[in-house]
């Protein structure tokens, strides 16, 4: 048996179809699944009700057919060559004239279903729902297999959607596929309770393959429920019926999703930046009271009647020092004198003499002792008197007897006069303190600050 490569097969076809057709054909059929390349070239399918065959009516053919602008939906005769594709491995016809025959059956079909949808109201725009734009549980009706929820679930988790999916599944052609779609449509678009969206959706295909989305039924289907519903079905070219009826339409299934996840992606964002600005704006209050407090501490410690009980210490300290070292250079001064008065003393008197120098000597030294307790008595009462002014004036002495002292800006506040509205204050009192704003003011009857 001979062996064959793709290509030798390919061009056997080739010369076989194109031997048999060797001269133009004129081909009658409708137009479907009709496109524009960017360089000027129409492809589609022209077809009747069993049968199929791609078409391709290049540029420079088209320019010459100006009395006629195709479209899709109408019946026309073409005149034409047929070819085979090699690299497609499909054959074609070469389009080189177009002439119009009339309105094609399928588009008939579509026209007269939306007129009389439109005549009873169900294309109104006022009647279309708002689609939330942040979803929590949406209902998907397509195929399980098919390519469009695919792409819907890969584009939703791409765009970190925290949505739940439902899929209800369903055929999406074929002669029982309308009434296996509006029965799904009607059980999940009832419950209002679980989803926020119903989206009905098919990836792209001819115009037969999208026909179930033009059946009548199906798109009473979506005007009847209760739940906003989307329609996400073919390519960005494709329009069916349900496109009107559905209370809002995107191009593709990708497109439902990305819409879809707009919300998510929205509100993330702006959680993420809200919560940036707390931590920044908590940070540098943060930061701002803690500056205060060391400020408010410095200011305490400096001015608390600790640290002035602290320095009277250190100052009667240094007075009980000086008048030591005064006592000490006096008692050496006496000694030394007492010394020099020995030296002229003749040995008779000197008895006498250190007897007499003996009690004048103790005679001072009691002077000395009586006066140097006298001094310490005196600055001790005198240092008792002004401790005790000053714990009577202590704030601390009159918070334990349950009254409150008030600090503003660091300081003792005196009066009412020394504290403003909306000062910061602290507000001293048995078993601690409180920080708090003024909000009013008050002078007592018959006070003056």
Same mark, same amino acid.
């Given at each position: ?178 009434? !296996?779609?509006?029965? #799904?449509? @009607? =059980?999940?678009?009832?419950?209002? +309770?679980?989803?926020? *969206? %119903? ?68 509100? !993330?964002?702006?959680? #993420?930046? @809200? =919560?940036?600005?707390?931590?920044? +704006?908590?940070?540098? *209050? %943060? ?163």
């Amino acid at each position: 048996m001979k062996k064959y490569t793709v290509t030798e097969i390919t061009k056997a076809v080739k010369n076989l179809i194109e031997n048999a057709f060797n001269t133009p054909v004129i081909v009658t059929g409708e137009v479907s699944n009709l496109s524009k390349s960017p360089t000027g070239h129409y492809y589609f399918i022209l077809k009747d009700d069993s049968s199929q065959i791609k078409s391709v009516f290049f540029k420079r053919y088209n320019l010459a057919n100006r009395e006629y602008s195709i479209q899709n939906g109408d019946k026309v005769s073409v005149h034409g060559d047929i070819s085979v594709y090699e690299a497609g491995g499909v054959y074609q016809i070469i389009v080189k004239k177009i002439e119009y025959d009339s309105e094609g059956e399928f588009y008939k079909k579509f026209a007269e279903t939306r007129k009389k949808l439109e005549r009873e109201g169900l294309l109104d725009e006022n009647l279309k729902r708002s689609v939330p734009t942040f979803v929590k549980r949406i209902a998907v009706i397509t195929s399980p297999t098919g390519a469009a929820i695919k792409d819907f679930v890969s584009t939703a988790r791409k765009n970190t959607a925290k949505f739940c999916i439902d899929l209800w599944p369903v055929m999406v052609q074929g002669n029982s596929a309308s009434a !296996d779609i509006v029965k #799904n449509i @009607l =059980q999940a678009g009832k419950r209002t +309770d679980l989803y926020d *969206t %119903l989206v009905l959706m098919r990836g792209g295909g001819s115009l037969e393959d999208l026909a179930v989305f033009n059946e009548e039924n199906v798109a009473r289907a979506l005007r009847a429920v209760d739940v906003p519903t989307i329609s996400a079905i073919g390519h960005q070219r494709d329009t069916t019926i349900c496109d009107y009826t559905a209370d809002m339409t995107v191009a593709t299934p990708t497109a439902a999703a990305v819409y879809l996840s707009e919300g998510h992606l929205y509100y !993330d964002k702006k959680l #993420n930046d @809200l =919560q940036k600005r707390l931590e920044k +704006d908590m940070s540098y *209050t %943060l930061n701002t009271f803690m500056q205060k407090l060391d400020n408010y501490l410095i200011s305490m410690n400096k001015n608390s009647p600790h640290a002035k009980l602290k320095l009277y210490k250190s100052e009667v300290a240094r007075l009980l020092d000086k008048i030591n070292g005064d006592m000490k250079r006096k008692l050496t001064d006496n000694s030394s004198r007492l010394n020099m008065l020995k030296a002229p003393f003749k040995p008779a008197n000197i008895i006498n003499r250190v007897s007499q120098s003996k009690e004048k000597l103790d005679y001072l030294e009691n002077y000395l002792l009586r006066s140097i307790k006298n001094k310490i008595n005196y600055e001790d009462g005198k240092l008792r008197e002004l401790t005790g002014k000053l714990e009577a004036m202590s704030p601390n002495r009159i918070v334990s007897r349950g009254y409150a002292v008030v600090y503003a800006n660091g300081k003792l506040a005196p009066s009412i006069d020394f504290v403003k509205l909306d000062d910061e204050v602290e507000i001293h009192m048995k078993g601690g303190y409180i920080n708090a704003f003024v909000t009013g003011k008050k002078h007592t009857e018959g006070c003056n600050g």
